[in-house]
């Protein structure tokens, strides 16, 4: 099949690389010049494990092409996909600026019936926008060519975004007519061959389901966080709550680990939009402006604590940070925690090194760059020579294992700050850290 997908970021890559893998003929659009040159030059502008590998071999084999011709694009294809970012607007409400200009351009371009996709994450209500937007263009353009809209929310996590768009656990599409349903139909098909993953539903629905499911998940963090920080001063375990309610199979382990605040480009906006939504149609949402509440509290958790330790004047301090991104197995730092730790503690006096594997690009030329006190290296050993204490942001696969020994050696003294809650702090204690976490009374 042939398909545009308009947006060549997280997710407009990753789907598009993932269609060409199935054989289909994928034309990736971007408006970002550079970013597409980069893309022609075999540059991959993301990190996303299995992903370059993906694009590089469809690229190679002719199935998966990019440009900056959206027209071109579009004209060819029969099904577009819409994968351009939905920001956050000043009002909280998910900024609708990009996908409406793609729609416009849709309208402008298209030449034969078309299936149109809002894979981006929208409010309730986008694709009726969306429709009515081509339909404008089509009418200044004097031509009646068919059209369908549909809603088919993404899934995918950063870090895993391959293997979740091979092996989804669901493909939602909002729709409202059979037609184009089978079209989304038969393009998904090759992607749930052990089962059908495929929900249906109408359009309003589809764009909800992905809006309750980031909420949902941000709700499981932000309560654990909430009881973390209960724990703390009752003198109270918090990973030990954690496994205690995780093992009931009503509850499960997941999305309950306690730590110092989600970020990433889906859960801060999206449960602000959502909450945004539930006030433009006269509902008052409580758990939802809770959820950011709690949120943006427990980003400062960690640097309180180093405060608590350090006093409020940390001129002449030196603090190592190991992990920047958001998260693990991305370099995706988008209201990473990491960011408010570290401003935190700058604008008090304290000068940061930085290690994260993958992200370090990220801070040095975009979301730290105006911070001079931070400095980066290249090992997570490092920035740990002569810092005043360690503190743990990121919980990457290679600070699991850490060699202890090394890390107290290299520290001035041996204070360690765990936004992650990742060691057992009685085992910290006795190969002799000072050791903090959250949730955990010390
Ligand atoms: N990142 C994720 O993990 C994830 C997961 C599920 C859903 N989503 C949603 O998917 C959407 C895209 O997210 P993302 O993280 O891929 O965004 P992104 O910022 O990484 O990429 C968006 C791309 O769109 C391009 N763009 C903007 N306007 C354009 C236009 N008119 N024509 C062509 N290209 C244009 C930008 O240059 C950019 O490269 C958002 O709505 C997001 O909420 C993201």
């Known amino acids: 099949m042939k ?15 993932c269609f060409a893998q199935m054989g289909n003929s994928i034309t990736c659009v971007d408006i970002d010049e550079k970013k597409i040159a980069s893309l022609e030059e075999g540059i991959i502008p993301i990190y996303e494990p299995g992903l370059e590998e993906m694009v590089l071999e469809n690229y ?16 060819n294809s029969r099904i577009c996909f819409i994968a351009v970012g939905t920001p956050m607007g000043e009002d ?19 030449e034969d019936y078309l299936v149109v996709v809002d ?20 009418d200044t353009r ?19 975004a391959i293997q979740d768009f091979m092996r989804p656990d669901r493909v939602v599409i909002g729709a409202d007519n059979q037609k184009a349903l089978d079209i989304m139909h038969d393009l998904y098909a090759p992607f749930m061959k052990t089962r059908d993953r ?4 109408d359009i309003k629905s589809a764009e909800m389901t992905k809006y309750t499911a980031n909420a949902m998940l941000a709700t499981k963090i932000s ?3 909430e009881i973390s920080n209960i724990c703390e001063r009752v003198g109270a375990d918090v990973n030990q709550v954690r496994n205690g309610i995780g093992s009931d199979s009503r509850i499960g382990y997941s999305f309950i680990y306690p730590g110092c605040g989600y970020g990433g480009s889906c859960f801060p906006k999206d449960v602000q939009a959502l909450a945004k939504t539930a006030k433009d149609y006269g509902y008052e949402p409580k758990i939802l402006d809770a959820v950011e509440a709690v949120n943006y509290a427990q980003k400062k958790v960690i640097s309180t604590k180093v405060i608590n330790h350090f006093g409020t004047d940390l001129k002449g301090k030196t603090f190592a940070v190991w992990g920047l991104a958001f998260k693990p197995e991305t370099d995706d730092m988008r209201e990473a925690s990491a960011i408010t730790i570290i401003n935190e503690l700058t604008a008090l006096g304290a000068e940061i090194v930085a290690y994260d594997p993958k992200a370090r690009h990220e801070a040095e030329n975009h979301y730290l760059k105006d911070n001079d006190n931070v400095r980066y290296e290249d090992s997570k050993y490092d920035v740990l020579k002569n810092a005043d204490a360690l503190i743990l942001v990121t919980e990457w696969q290679e600070f699991r294992s850490p060699d202890f ?3 107290k050696k290299l520290l001035k003294s041996p204070i360690f700050f765990d936004g992650r809650n990742q060691f057992d702090k009685k085992r910290m204690n006795e190969i002799g850290f000072e050791y903090y976490q959250v949730g955990v009374n010390v």
């Open 60 to 75: 190679k084999s002719g199935t998966l092409a990019f440009t900056t011709d959206a027209k071109t694009a579009i004209a």
């Open 198 to 201: 495929f929900i249906a539903m």
């Open 3 to 17: 398909i545009s997908v308009i947006g060549t970021g997280y997710v407009g890559l990753v789907s598009g690389a």
């Open 119 to 138: 894979k981006s994450t929208v409010p309730v209500g986008t694709a009726d926008k969306v429709r009515d937007t081509i339909q404008a263009a089509l």
């Open 142 to 160: 004097g031509v009646d060519i068919e059209f369908d809209v549909v809603s088919n929310p993404e899934f995918l996590k950063e870090g895993a």
């Open 92 to 110: 909280g409400s998910a900024d609708l600026q990009y996908v409406l200009a793609v729609a416009k351009t849709i309208g402008e371009s298209m």
């Open 223 to 225: 309560f654990m966080n």
């Open 405 to 407: 020994d090394e890390v």
